[in-house]
């Protein structure tokens, strides 16, 4: 890859990770507020190492590791600090397995926004099918038979592969769907503050998956995932010291989130099928969907201006 690659790649996934963890900058923000001074700075100093360094640094190492499982962990650590010939094509052929979980992963959780989740409706057919969400299950199902009906004219591991996405899906998404009423006693005093502290620990790290899952619809190279990843953590947790309110106005942000996180999912279930996709387009993918939805939301602030103003 030349330096324009490397920079636009860096670019998608920083960008990916703020947006795709728009949610845990809030939950962290509001519990935040129950802590006294000293506690804040050990989890945003802390929690910032914890979660940049060895949630969103090892997690992409764990992940390589369990597509190849014929390497030590160390062997994984070795390939990207001196990479071979060898090394490099066996990775490479994995690929496949490594991105079927992920964008299956990815493409449920988009899934599960769309017909579970309270939202902010952006389009009326948003609404539609949140009202249909008793179909998620079906439509999950489909999605999921279908995938393992071609990963098994492939390759049988492949269809593992499918399984463990879906398997990782449904344990963090019970975790992710608990997190709004834990906060709720968290925001209680007869909680200690370093519960709290641990709790949003462990939400941040369930809430990274998405982020370092999808970062492999970027590229396979785990220095850039960490470079890209790492740094959007840090802009995470800038926005939580300083406030979430800001960021919690733009109503749409949370949908321009879910759909790049659905798209990225279709685009690697496909790529593990054999469609090749050009480096460009996971970045462009994102952007474009965070300006359109971004400009849905200054567009309804303008127009609640103009009303009150009116009024």
Same mark, same amino acid.
Request: some cysteine; hydrophobic content about 60%; aromatic content about 16%.
């Given at each position: 890859?030349?330096?324009? &690659?490397? #920079?636009? =790649?860096?670019?998608? @996934?920083?960008?990916?990770? =703020?947006?795709?963890?728009?949610?845990?900058?809030? *939950?962290?923000?509001?519990? @935040?507020?129950? #802590?006294?001074?000293?506690?804040?700075?050990?989890?945003?100093?802390?929690?910032? #190492? /914890?979660?940049?360094?060895?949630?969103?640094?090892?997690?992409?190492? @764990?992940?390589?590791?369990?597509?190849?499982?014929?390497?030590?962990?160390?062997?994984?650590?070795?390939?990207?600090?001196?990479?071979?010939? &060898?090394?490099?094509?066996?990775?490479?052929?994995? &690929?496949?397995?490594?991105?079927?979980?992920?964008? =299956?992963?990815?493409?449920?959780?988009?899934?599960?926004?769309?017909?579970?989740?309270?939202?902010?409706? $952006?389009? #009326?057919?948003?609404?539609?099918?949140?009202? &249909?969400?008793?179909?998620?299950? $079906?439509?999950?199902?489909?999605?999921?038979?279908? =995938? /393992?009906?071609?990963?098994?004219?492939?390759?049988? *591991?492949?269809?593992?592969?499918?399984?463990?996405?879906?398997? $990782?899906?449904? /344990?963090?998404?019970g975790f992710k769907k608990n997190a709004e009423e834990k906060e709720k006693q968290l925001m209680s005093s007869h909680v200690s503050a370093w519960s709290k502290i641990l709790y949003l620990e462990i939400l941040d790290a369930t809430f990274s998956i998405d982020g370092v899952i999808g970062a492999f619809a970027f590229t396979i190279l785990i220095p850039l995932i960490f470079l890209g990843n790492g740094l959007g953590a840090y802009i995470v947790r800038e926005f939580t010291v300083r406030g979430t309110d800001v960021i919690a106005k733009f109503a749409y942000l949370k949908n321009g989130a879910m759909y790049s996180i659905g798209v990225l999912g279709g685009t690697m279930v496909l790529e593990a099928f054999g469609k090749d996709f050009p480096f460009w387009l996971a970045p462009l993918n994102t952007f474009l969907l965070l300006a359109i939805f971004l400009g849905l939301s200054i567009r309804e602030l303008r127009d609640a201006a103009k009303k009150k103003s009116r009024g």
């Open positions: 890859m030349d330096i324009v &690659q490397i #920079l636009v =790649v860096i670019f998608g @996934l920083c960008l990916f990770e =703020v947006i795709s963890s728009v949610d845990n900058a809030i *939950i962290n923000a509001h519990v @935040l507020k129950t #802590l006294p001074e000293k506690y804040r700075k050990i989890f945003l100093t802390f929690g910032l #190492l /914890i979660a940049v360094v060895v949630v969103r640094g090892m997690l992409p190492f @764990l992940i390589v590791w369990l597509a190849n499982p014929s390497f030590s962990f160390m062997q994984v650590i070795g390939f990207v600090f001196h990479p071979t010939d &060898q090394i490099n094509a066996y990775v490479e052929k994995s &690929q496949p397995l490594l991105i079927l979980a992920g964008g =299956v992963y990815l493409f449920l959780v988009f899934l599960s926004w769309l017909f579970m989740e309270e939202k902010k409706y $952006a389009f #009326l057919v948003e609404e539609f099918i949140h009202r &249909q969400s008793v179909w998620f299950y $079906a439509i999950a199902s489909l999605f999921f038979m279908a =995938v /393992i009906y071609f990963a098994l004219k492939i390759n049988p *591991i492949l269809a593992l592969s499918a399984s463990i996405g879906s398997t $990782a899906f449904f /344990i963090t998404d």
